[in-house]
């Protein structure tokens, strides 16, 4: 069987969105102060199916502790509106948070799933961490990858994935009713778009992935992964219209060609810093959350490779 074109996924998407359909997606949204990251709880309200998008646990870099409370958050949301739990959805391997996903599916179920170009993320990180020597062979972590174009249900929701590479050769937007969750790909407007200078990222790649999203309808509505507060906002936003975006998105508004924002991203990446959970979010996160197996003495170890990154300066 052949795979659709991406022009036939994005236009499967478009009819999706402005077909009448007999629910909306509610949305609740969980903002996590401390990496400024969204999570999300979506869910069909006649059949109270839900998704988790892009959770969070809780982790101290400087005493390695982990704590479960971004996630309690999301469980007492799912518990006291009588949520079912399908899907545990990641839009990409997050470089600024340590999943929480599996302590979700230990508490309220759901599938775990991530994009199927997971692979080339862990192709890249897996030589850096030695992480193959310990792990779960053939993505057995997740327990679906999804190709560009994949479709799945929400109760009666119906969702479409997008492939959107750029920021990560894994990242992905789902597509849910007449909403759509972009991860890191796009920001408020007011921000821009996300860097694309992480092993796998380029930004060409990117500003393509972008103006895919852009030819969604006017008003379909985006939720992003992360809000940073730009000068002159005192406020935490996450959410846009593709209008929005179009008009007002200060990197990739309608107008600006492919050639000076490929300039403009690759000059700004290169000013930018290691993020601050880097080492400890990928090798956690490139195998769906889960940190290594406990040593002999029953305690987990990261690795912190030394050196392998430019200096901070």
């Known amino acids: 069987m052949n795979e659709p074109s991406r022009d036939s996924v994005l236009r499967r998407a478009i009819t999706q969105i402005n077909s009448p359909a007999p629910s909306k997606p509610v949305v609740e949204a969980f903002f996590d102060r401390d990496t400024s990251t969204i999570s999300y709880v979506v869910h069909d309200p006649v059949s109270r199916i839900a998704a988790v998008i892009d959770p969070v646990i809780g982790?101290?870099?400087?005493?390695?502790?982990?704590?479960?409370?971004?996630?309690?958050?999301?469980?007492?949301?799912?518990?006291?509106?009588?949520?079912?739990?399908?899907?545990?959805?990641?839009?990409?391997?997050?470089?600024?948070?340590?999943?929480?996903?599996?302590?979700?599916?230990?508490?309220?179920?759901?599938?775990?799933?991530?994009?199927?170009?997971?692979?080339?993320?862990?192709?890249?990180?897996?030589?850096?961490?030695?992480?193959?020597?310990?792990?779960?062979?053939?993505?057995?972590?997740?327990?679906?990858?999804?190709?560009?174009?994949?479709?799945?249900?929400?109760?009666?929701?119906?969702?479409?994935?997008?492939?959107?590479?750029?920021?990560?050769?894994?990242?992905?937007?789902?597509?849910?009713?007449?909403?759509?969750?972009?991860?890191?790909?796009?920001f408020m407007p007011d921000y821009g778009t996300a860097r694309a200078d992480f092993p796998g990222g380029n930004a060409r790649q990117l500003y393509r992935s972008l103006r895919r999203l852009l030819e969604l309808p006017g008003h379909t509505r985006l939720f992003m992964c992360h809000d940073y507060l730009p000068e002159g906002r005192d406020s935490h936003q996450w959410e846009a219209t593709v209008e929005a975006e179009r008009h007002g998105n200060i990197h990739a508004h309608d107008g600006i060609g492919e050639d000076d924002f490929v300039a403009m991203r690759e000059g700004r990446d290169a000013g930018l810093a290691v993020p601050r959970l880097l080492l400890p979010s990928i090798q956690v996160n490139m195998h769906a959350g889960r940190p290594p197996a406990p040593e002999d003495n029953g305690i987990c170890y990261l690795r912190i490779p030394l050196n392998a990154f430019a200096s901070p300066a």
């Open 59 to 186: 982790y101290d870099p400087a005493s390695g502790w982990m704590d479960s409370v971004p996630a309690d958050r999301i469980v007492a949301h799912v518990e006291k509106q009588g949520l079912h739990v399908a899907w545990l959805l990641e839009t990409h391997v997050h470089a600024d948070h340590l999943s929480g996903a599996p302590n979700l599916h230990d508490r309220i179920g759901g599938q775990i799933a991530i994009g199927e170009h997971i692979t080339a993320v862990q192709a890249s990180f897996g030589r850096l961490f030695g992480a193959d020597r310990d792990r779960a062979p053939d993505n057995q972590e997740f327990d679906r990858l999804f190709a560009d174009g994949d479709s799945f249900a929400i109760g009666g929701l119906d969702a479409t994935v997008l492939h959107v590479p750029g920021h990560t050769p894994a990242c992905v937007a789902y597509v849910i009713g007449d909403v759509a969750f972009v991860g890191d790909t796009m």
